[in-house]
């Protein structure tokens, strides 16, 4: 595929982001990684949170193949995603004061347990509290965003802050503010984003960190498989059994 065409230009946006994290970020996909073996060890839970399209990459490590069983996805209403109508009203929810603490005070949190919050910009109230109070909990959490954002756009959270000022491990994901990789002459907008293929491997490359590190330590990482391979099925059963006070998507 040429690089002079907009896929191959948009793929190799992609490609050079996935090598600057790979390259930039390895110290802190190794701290993570080893923060959520840590978590598994000691009996703690595993949470991942993101809103808006920042969702996405926190869902893609839950209930997956090939992932740590542990993962649970902490959902707000109305920001998972684009799961209501009209959509606008996700991004607006980002931006409610106090939305954050309601969810963890309703939600099976507890200290010694790890949080993952993705969040692009890190600037909206709901990331920034999710964080903050989490950590307030005794949570451990580990943000994901684009650190330059916070040195070219402003918080919207009361206190000036951004996700990354209130983590325990910050991952970058590199991703330009505005987050469009490709410009055309005759097109007034840039175009093609980037985050969720940055964001998403960015998680398997910790949950992978994690996975080995547990088993270096001689512990089985709690794997799922797929179901469509045979005996999926059975293999997931008995990982839901043996840890079925730290899986919440099956409740």
């Not at 907009?6 to 996909?29: F, M, Q, W």
């Not at 209130?166 to 093609?192: M, Q, R, W, Y």
């Not at 996975?211 to 001689?218: C, E, F, K, N, P």
Request: hydrophobic fraction near 45%.
């Amino acid at each position: 595929m040429s690089e002079r065409t907009p896929a191959g230009r948009y793929l190799d946006a992609a490609i050079g982001l996935l090598r600057r994290v790979r390259d930039e970020e390895a110290e802190a996909i190794a701290a993570a990684g080893t923060l959520l073996a840590d978590t598994v060890a000691g009996g703690g839970r595993l949470f991942a949170f993101g809103a808006g399209h920042s969702s996405l990459a926190a869902q893609d490590v839950v209930y997956r193949a090939g992932g740590l069983a542990l993962m649970n996805l902490l959902a707000v209403p109305g920001a998972v995603g684009v799961d209501v109508v009209p959509a606008t009203l996700g991004s607006a929810l980002e931006r409610v004061d106090g939305l954050a603490g309601a969810v963890l005070d309703s939600s099976p949190l507890r200290s010694g347990d790890a949080l993952i919050v993705v969040s692009l910009s890190g600037r909206n109230a709901l990331p920034v509290e999710m964080a903050l109070g989490a950590r307030a909990r005794g949570v451990k959490v580990i943000g994901v965003t684009s650190v330059a954002y916070a040195a070219e756009t402003t918080s919207r959270h009361s206190s000036g802050t951004f996700l990354k000022d209130h983590c325990d491990l910050v991952l970058d994901s590199k991703i330009a503010v505005g987050d469009a990789e490709l410009t055309l002459d005759g097109v007034a907008a840039p175009f093609a984003p980037a985050s969720t293929v940055v964001t998403s491997a960015l998680l398997q490359a910790v949950l992978a960190t994690a996975a080995s590190t547990l088993a270096d330590r001689g512990i089985e990482p709690p794997l799922l498989r797929s179901g469509n391979v045979d005996g999926g099925h059975e293999w997931n059963a008995r990982v839901f059994e043996q840890y079925a006070d730290r899986i919440f998507y099956r409740h």
